[in-house]
């Protein structure tokens, strides 16, 4: 080791001496020795590491109490930081996907800190199981016999396929076998769950034969999956759910239909893409819906089945029920959010899934332009800034070819460079409250869909 190097390293406070340091004290009170000892020798290895590769000191050595103050903001930044979604996409599943209406969020408060009637009934009659009096609520929205309700939409069709066909063939159509994202493949699903899936039709047509050829005495549950990401155009052919419903009235075999998102609402109302909806498919004769909370319906993350009292019967008494059930506070942030259902009018004034994806353009436009003025002195020596119209997604399996018009705010470099671009956009991920848009065209587009506090966006982006 180099006599240079030897007399950097004897720069570096001792741990004992810094933890004695007047700046650095208070800290220790605070947070305990614990942690701070620990981060200082963190930032001693550091610094170590430093002289060993460049034989010089860090420049944060002139200030430890400023050096450990940033490692201590590090360490605490919550693994689940709140951002600013502005990438275009409604329902972000690597975002957290739907935002809980205010019912919901005190709903979901109230019953943290409290004990509560998760399966305690106060006039002893008896309610069997967690989900009874949600499952009454759902049953009253949509007219099902019976629901059941599990941590996500994944586990609904586990447990259904589990519960309804063990050991049995499953038809499906071979233009249905979906993956969605994080690894959820139909068939692989069908094979956790002890069924032999039956695959029938072609990718672009199938026919009710199809179904009908399939059947023998081994199928146990025939059954469709909403297509959600993608759709299959040209020559196509599928068979709707009445008409597999009553196929499987004909054989004694139950039916069911993984729907994704689905929507208790009528979508197109409100000028937005149609989406299936449980309480028609139920009206159809299908026995078993499943669908996402957290995607359109705009609740937690869970997982609804709705349909036959016996089958939804089976789902409940089934161990595997046990482990995909949900938590007090789940159940809790479902109710409040399916009260809202109860007033159909103040929807889409209340439910912030809703809120965002009816927000008409001209409120993205203003905002675009408000913006435009706010921030375009702090950049206009880099960027090139401007308001532009764009399309939002919905997301979250919903088609990605429909779209809804939007307004974003756009930085362009004006040195022309991507690498110019990713800084900024590397800057704002660092941010306390972090900002994620989307990098298109040479461009930075802030898509201002699902901004509602303009004035935190302009604080955070002057910082
Ligand atoms: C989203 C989706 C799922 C999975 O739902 P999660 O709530 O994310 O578990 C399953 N099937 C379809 C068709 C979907 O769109």
């Keep these: 080791m180099s006599t240079e190097s030897q007399h950097l390293y004897s720069q570096l406070p001792a741990i004992d001496r810094l933890l004695?340091?007047?700046?650095?004290?208070?800290?220790?009170?605070?947070?305990?020795?614990?942690?701070?000892?620990?981060?200082?020798?963190?930032?001693?290895?550091?610094?170590?590491?430093?002289?060993?590769?460049?034989?010089?000191?860090?420049?944060?050595?002139?200030?430890?109490?400023?050096?450990?103050?940033?490692?201590?903001?590090?360490?605490?930044?919550?693994?689940?930081?709140?951002?600013?979604?502005?990438?275009?996409?409604?329902?972000?599943?690597?975002?957290?996907?739907?935002?809980?209406?205010?019912?919901?969020?005190?709903?979901?408060?109230?019953?943290?800190?409290?004990?509560?009637?998760?399966?305690?009934?106060?006039?002893?009659?008896?309610?069997?199981?967690?989900?009874?009096?949600?499952?009454?609520?759902?049953?009253?929205?949509?007219?099902?016999?019976?629901?059941?309700?599990?941590?996500?939409?994944?586990?609904?069709?586990?447990?259904?396929?589990?519960?309804?066909?063990?050991?049995?063939?499953?038809?499906?159509?071979?233009?249905?076998?979906?993956?969605?994202?994080?690894?959820?493949?139909?068939?692989?699903?069908?094979?956790?769950?002890?069924?032999?899936?039956?695959?029938?039709?072609?990718?672009?047509?199938?026919?009710?034969?199809?179904?009908?050829?399939?059947?023998?005495?081994?199928?146990?549950?025939?059954?469709?999956?909403?297509?959600?990401?993608?759709?299959?155009?040209?020559?196509?052919?599928?068979?709707?759910?009445?008409?597999?419903?009553?196929?499987?009235?004909?054989?004694?075999?139950?039916?069911?239909?993984d729907l994704g998102s689905g929507s208790l609402i009528d979508m197109a109302q409100y000028g937005l893409p149609a989406e299936p909806m449980p309480q028609r498919l139920l009206a159809a004769g299908v026995d078993l819906v499943t669908f996402s909370g957290d995607k359109l319906l705009g609740g937690p993350q869970a997982g609804i089945i709705l349909g036959k009292k016996a089958l939804i019967a089976r789902l409940q008494q089934h161990p595997l029920k046990r482990a995909l059930r949900v938590g007090k506070l789940t159940l809790a942030a479902l109710e409040a959010t399916l009260r809202l259902y109860q007033q159909p009018e103040l929807l889409a004034q209340h439910l912030p899934t809703l809120r965002l994806l009816t927000r008409p353009q001209q409120a993205m436009e203003d905002a675009a332009q408000r913006l435009l003025q706010a921030l375009t002195p702090q950049f206009s020596a880099q960027f090139r800034l401007r308001a532009e119209p764009c399309w939002s997604q919905i997301g979250s399996g919903s088609l990605p070819v429909d779209r809804l018009p939007s307004y974003a705010l756009t930085f362009e470099p004006l040195d022309g460079r991507g690498a110019t671009l990713e800084a900024l956009a590397e800057r704002w991920r660092r941010l306390p409250q972090p900002v994620i848009g989307r990098i298109n065209d040479g461009r930075l587009w802030l898509d201002l869909r699902c901004l509602e506090q303009e004035d935190a966006l302009i604080e955070a982006l002057r910082a």
């Design 20 to 257: 004695r340091d007047p700046a650095i004290e208070p800290l220790v009170a605070q947070h305990g020795q614990t942690l701070i000892s620990e981060l200082l020798r963190q930032l001693q290895l550091q610094a170590r590491e430093t002289i060993k590769q460049q034989q010089q000191l860090p420049g944060w050595c002139g200030d430890w109490p400023q050096a450990l103050g940033a490692a201590l903001m590090q360490r605490q930044r919550s693994a689940l930081a709140p951002v600013f979604n502005l990438s275009g996409t409604v329902l972000h599943t690597n975002l957290g996907r739907a935002l809980l209406a205010q019912p919901a969020i005190e709903a979901v408060t109230r019953s943290m800190g409290s004990a509560v009637t998760l399966e305690y009934d106060l006039d002893g009659a008896g309610r069997g199981h967690r989900d009874r009096a949600i499952a009454d609520v759902l049953c009253q929205l949509t007219g099902a016999e019976d629901a059941c309700i599990v941590n996500n939409n994944a586990a609904a069709v586990l447990l259904m396929l589990a519960a309804i066909a063990p050991g049995k063939q499953v038809v499906v159509s071979r233009g249905e076998l979906v993956e969605i994202g994080g690894a959820f493949r139909i068939p692989d699903v069908m094979r956790q769950a002890g069924c032999q899936l039956v695959e029938v039709g072609t990718t672009n047509r199938t026919h009710l034969k199809d179904y009908r050829n399939a059947i023998n005495d081994q199928t146990g549950l025939l059954m469709k999956v909403h297509t959600s990401n993608y759709s299959i155009q040209g020559f196509t052919a599928a068979v709707d759910e009445a008409e597999l419903a009553q196929l499987g009235a004909e054989y004694g075999l139950p039916t069911a239909t």
